[in-house]
């Protein structure tokens, strides 16, 4: 590991070395040693391996640790029936070669801030959770935030049953072969009623408080964006015999579409990534008969983005007609624009005011994020916030990833103060 946050977080500091304890637990489980990357995908082993760190550390401190309806984790501090709950928590699953901090720096700093607060001696007067939301990279079905998105009834039980990974297996027979009853899962607004306020810690994936130079930030919003997969319908044919003229090659016009989603992209001042991509039959002397690409676009605002993708649709639809492929768009996933709540995001801004950030003297910045997080799934039935930490390279979705020991920790002082003002008296 890079950095000691790697290795094992600050151990210099008091808040540290629950956070070092609990990094250097967690930093081994589904790392890939050849890439140093996670592979934390939802309800495999590493993902058990992950649920079984959380109840450890859960059971630690004395926390009730429960699995809700969708394979969400609890652990909670006082009665989770009493309601107003000040929850705070993300996830632990991870996108293919993840890195070490997307997910669980926001899970470990939550526990490592109740430690904080229990140091403080504070007193709680509500009840509060730590969270580890299932499947929020949606890496293996598919569909980022399953669990939060089942949890807040954006995902109804038909199409999450109608999920399948890249071997066939659907979500019900994975969900099963890992212990949880497939058929429990749904909308579970009592749950959601009773919280109060979702505060979600993570690593900024982008590098404006390199720039700004604080180790710290708040988010105002999270873009709108959404996931289209093209089918690119060809002829398979013979990559050793078929004359160039002959071919009804659909990786050409998924070529040709790529570079027009960069160039709708750059016009716009959005972000278009096709990130993924299937092909059948797959053989290197063999034409492909199907190429599936997978678009993710986002951007600042909705008109903007609609027009990205509708320029890359007709510049698909314009390439396909001409060399005779078939071409099927398919919206897979969307996610409208995140305003986070302006009272408790006010309420969280006057918190962190109080204790200026040690490196600035000056107030927390508030920034938007391209980046889809379960809290901005949530902030459509529950009032949610987010802090970021610094993330010098920007970089994420890679084993690049990284935080630095100092950020960790102020990290954890920031959302233990957030929480204090929210919970405690
Ligand atoms: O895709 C995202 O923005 C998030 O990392 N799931
Ligand atoms: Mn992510
Ligand atoms: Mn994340
Ligand atoms: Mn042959």
Redesign the pocket.
Known sequence: PATAAQAGGPSSHGSGSSFHEMWRDLAPLGRDARSGGYRRYAWTAADADCRAWFRTQAEARGLTCEVDRNGNQWAWLGDPLAGDAVVTGSHLDS?PDGGAF?GPLGVVSSFAALDELRRRGAEFVKPLAVTNFGD???ARFGL??AGSRLAAGQLSRERAHRLRDGDGTSLPQAMAAAGHDPDAIGPDPERLARIGAFVELHVEQGRALDLSGDPVGIASAIWP?GRWRFDFGGEANHAGTTRLADRRDPMLTYAETVLAARREAELAGALATFGKITVEPNGVNAIPSLVRGWLDSRAADQATLDTVVAGIERAARDHAQRAGIDLDVVRESFTPVVEFAHTLRDEIAETLARRPSRDTGRAVPVLSTG???DAGILSASVPTAMLFVRNPTGIS?SPAEYAAEDDCVAGVIALADVLEGLACR
């Open positions: 996108v997307d929020e990279e949606g980022a935030c964006h980046a889809g997080h979705h």
